[in-house]
């Protein structure tokens, strides 16, 4: 599974322990899921 380079590039370790259950078995599991795709990002240090 590959993310494109601006869902993760701002928050590598974000991104890297992010987890969503998806459906294993019927159509669901087919589904490839390109919209809605969380972007990660840290804010600034004070």
Request: charged share 35%; net charge negative.
């Amino acid at each position: 599974y590959d993310l494109p380079r601006e869902v993760w590039e701002n928050d590598i370790d974000g991104a890297l322990n992010w987890a969503k259950a998806l459906p294993t078995e019927g159509p669901e599991a087919l589904e490839d899921r390109v919209e809605g795709v969380p972007r990660f990002h840290k804010e600034p240090a004070e």
